[in-house]
T-cell receptor
Framework: GESVGLHLPTLSVQEGDNSIINCAYS??????FIWYKQESGKGPQFIID?????DKRQGQRVTVLLNKTVKHLSLQIAATQPGDSAVYFC?????????FGDGTTLTVKP | NAGVMQNPRHLVRRRGQEARLRCSPM?????VYWYRQLPEEGLKFMVY????????ESGMPKERFSAEFPKEGPSILRIQQVVRGDSAAYFC???????????????FGEGSWLTVV
């Protein structure tokens, strides 16, 4: 079956540094991906999305890169701040249900 | 514009009791999804509903779990005869109309935390 997985369960960065969170997916037909941020005790919050006809999309301090050849996407956070500390999920959100990876816990050290 | 509303936020049930979790989608959204999240894990899809229809229930346990999204009122996730293993956070999400072959962003509520004692 299709699956989505993250490369590292935890990531610790220094405040002000850039963060890169990676994700791999298995379904080559997947055409829409979303990154979510989940803080403790809260629901997932939409960060940024990308469709398969793009390989890069930028938001405010965040960039998502999609490599369809190796079925890999990444989330880059520029100038990471303490408020960025959370669990980050990538989701394969094509037609029908969204499939989530297990998440990467980002910890920002002051 | 209110987001996805879930209640109760926290629910404690004894083993064998029933749990009912409610979800009101965002205004204008006609699609509802339920996910379960165990501690330290990702979100696992349970069921996808439109008004009065279950579209995909491939993630629902075969017994004790049911979901509905009536014409009027919120979507309900019902767990009968709860067991300790049902303790988890249950998240509801909603989206506007979804094309058959196109993705669509789903927006999550803040979750309902079920504890079975």
């Amino acid at each position: 079956g299709e699956s989505v997985g993250l490369h590292l369960p935890t990531l610790s960065v220094q405040e002000g540094d850039n963060s890169i969170i990676n994700c791999a997916y298995s379904n080559s037909a997947s055409d829409y991906f979303i990154w979510y941020k989940q803080e403790s005790g809260k629901g997932p919050q939409f960060i940024i999305d990308i469709r398969s006809n793009m390989d890069k999309r930028q938001g405010q301090r965040v960039t998502v890169l999609l490599n369809k050849t190796v079925k890999h996407l990444s989330l880059q956070i520029a100038a990471t701040q303490p408020g960025d500390s959370a669990v980050y999920f990538c989701a394969d959100s094509g037609a029908g249900k969204s499939t989530f990876g297990d998440g990467t816990t980002l910890t920002v050290k002051p | 514009n209110a987001g996805v509303m879930q209640n109760p936020r926290h629910l404690v049930r004894r083993r064998g009791q029933e749990a009912r979790l409610r979800c009101s989608p965002m205004k204008g959204h006609s699609h509802v999804y339920w996910y379960r999240q165990l501690p330290e894990e990702g979100l696992k899809f349970m069921v996808y509903l439109q008004k009065e229809n279950i579209i995909d229930e491939s993630g629902m346990p075969k017994e004790r779990f049911s979901a509905e999204f009536p014409k009027e009122g919120p979507s309900i996730l019902r767990i009968q005869q709860v067991v300790r293993g049902d303790s988890a956070a249950y998240f509801c999400a909603s989206s506007p109309s979804r094309g058959r072959n196109s993705g669509n962003t789903i927006y999550f509520g803040e979750g309902s935390w079920l504890t079975v004692v």
